[in-house]
């Protein structure tokens, strides 16, 4: 795996399931990581304390990432911590699916301040904290937003705004040696799918019978390409969108 020894990472909405991976990967590969949380604080601190029992540095810090005050707060938090920050992880979203007619001007601007909007935001906090070395933004995007199925439009939506920010922001950000890139996971076997009831199913089935791979995807394996992503080894990759999915489009 790639070395983080050193590096200061903060992901957001990392209480579980992909968050979660990605903060153990991270810290696993020798970085400081903060995770942030919304709302389960007990969750968040189960992830803390697993990095901690296997002799890495963690800490909790709650914040909505929709909240420009919260945002502030979560870097000021991150930097009395570890003193600086070198790669910021935007995971935290909301994974809402509904047929148009069914769609709320509430949900969707539930899906969009987070979603969107909470990448924006702790893109605009993080550049006034990077040091002179720059650093390195990962967004958390998703296979539906090149590739979406009935009921997504929204959420799929958003996804495809967090790639054309993250094209954009790789050109805006790149004379500041700052890297912005992109990990679309597939289906992904977490809390989340199971309350939704996947695991098991025959969309699970489905699913995987369509992955070249032969299986779901684990918080573990967008872990690993985020640490990738956060490392010296991809010093030379900005702009990118990679398809983690196991072969799935």
């Not at 790149?174 to 992904?188: D, E, F, M, T």
Request: proline share 3%.
């Amino acid at each position: 795996m790639s070395s983080l020894n050193g590096k200061v990472a903060l992901v957001t909405g990392a209480s579980k399931g992909i968050g979660a991976g990605i903060a153990k990967a991270m810290a696993e590969a020798g970085a400081a990581v903060v995770v942030n949380y919304a709302g389960n604080k007990e969750a968040a601190q189960r992830v803390v304390d697993e990095i901690i029992s296997r002799r890495g540095r963690a800490i909790a810090v709650q914040g909505d990432v929709s909240k420009a005050a919260d945002v502030r707060q979560l870097f000021a938090e991150t930097k009395a911590a570890f003193g600086t920050i070198d790669t910021l992880v935007n995971n935290a979203g909301i994974g809402e699916f509904a047929p148009v007619e069914a769609v709320t001007e509430e949900q969707y601007r539930r899906l969009f301040d987070t979603n969107v909007l909470g990448t924006v935001l702790t893109i605009q906090e993080a550049v006034k904290h990077f040091g002179p070395n720059g650093g390195s933004i990962i967004n958390i995007s998703s296979v539906v937003s090149g590739s979406p199925t009935p009921g997504s439009g929204i959420y799929a939506a958003t996804k495809a705004a967090v790639n054309t920010i993250t094209t954009v922001l790789a050109m805006e950000l790149g004379n500041r040696k700052i890297r912005v890139n992109a990990i679309a996971p597939g289906p992904v076997d977490t809390d989340a799918t199971r309350v939704a009831g996947l695991i098991g199913s025959e969309l699970e089935k489905h699913l995987v019978a369509q992955t070249p791979l032969g299986r779901l995807g684990q918080p573990g394996d967008i872990g690993r390409v985020a640490v990738f992503l956060a490392s010296d080894d991809a010093a030379w990759v900005t702009g990118s969108w990679i398809r983690a999915s196991g072969g799935l489009q």
